[in-house]
T-cell receptor, first 107, second 112 residues
Framework: KNEVEQSPQNLTAQEGEFITINCSYSVGISALHWLQQHPGGGIVSLFM???GKKKHGRLIATINIQEKHSSLHITASHPRDSAVYIC?????????FGTGTRLQVFP | NAGVTQTPKFQVLKTGQSMTLQCAQDMNHNSMYWYRQDPGMGLRLIYY???????DKGEVPNGYNVSRLNKREFSLRLESAAPSQTSVYFCASLSGLNYGYTFGSGTRLTVV
């Protein structure tokens, strides 16, 4: 069993839909990261959080430390949100990555 | 522009050849990392450096060496490339504060 599990693996949405991507982990962490990887391959850090909730534009990330679970929400999705979203956890000075959720948003 | 600069972006090697992937950051970050990304797998840590002058093995260090030349630069060397090292390599740095990781644009390496 992977230490960081993401669901779903693939997600298709129509423009404007509300999207949720989930991340569960089984190790102790100091922080959790949400990353975005576009088809060109570059990786961008979206959020780093250790408790509660963070919001940036149409993106919202939440974490429940007791349940070892985090969610990434995208409101009013747009085709430019199409990318792979990766969850990673900080565990003893190293990151453990999930395998990513591939999101496609169609007009 | 501030960030992490990786070179080269693409490289094809023959089995047994050597090469060095270069990484530099201008954000005064202490920690730097080398990851590889393979299809169907999450990024995996090869080596990391928590500060200038220190390096440590990650999850998949075999076949690689690293050098933290100074605070800005962290290079990854393949002494004798193997087809199993065909992958996309990412360098990253961490501010140590609360701003998360900054990644380079990646190096797509093919070993034939």
């Amino acid at each position: 069993k992977n230490e960081v599990e993401q669901s779903p693996q693939n997600l298709t949405a129509q423009e404007g839909e509300f999207i949720t991507i989930n991340c569960s982990y089984s190790v102790g962490i100091s922080a959790l990261h949400w990353l975005q990887q576009h088809p060109g391959g570059g990786i961008v850090s979206l959020f780093m959080l250790s408790s509660g909730k963070k919001k940036h534009g149409r993106l919202i990330a939440t974490i429940n430390i007791q349940e070892k679970h985090s969610s990434l929400h995208i409101t009013a999705s747009h085709p430019r949100d199409s990318a792979v979203y990766i969850c990673a956890v900080d565990n003893t000075d190293k990151l453990i990555f999930g395998t990513g959720t591939r999101l496609q948003v169609f007009p | 522009n501030a960030g992490v600069t990786q070179t080269p972006k693409f490289q094809v090697l023959k089995t047994g050849q050597s090469m060095t992937l270069q990484c530099a950051q201008d954000m005064n970050h202490n920690s730097m990392y080398w990851y590889r990304q393979d299809p169907g797998m999450g990024l995996r840590l090869i080596y990391y450096s928590a500060s200038e002058g220190t390096t440590d093995k990650g999850e998949v260090p075999n076949g690689y060496n690293v050098s933290r030349l100074n605070k800005r630069e962290f290079s990854l060397r393949l002494e004798s490339a193997a087809p199993s090292q065909t992958s996309v390599y990412f360098c990253a740095s961490l501010s140590g504060l609360n701003y998360g990781y900054t990644f380079g644009s990646g190096t797509r390496l093919t070993v034939v």
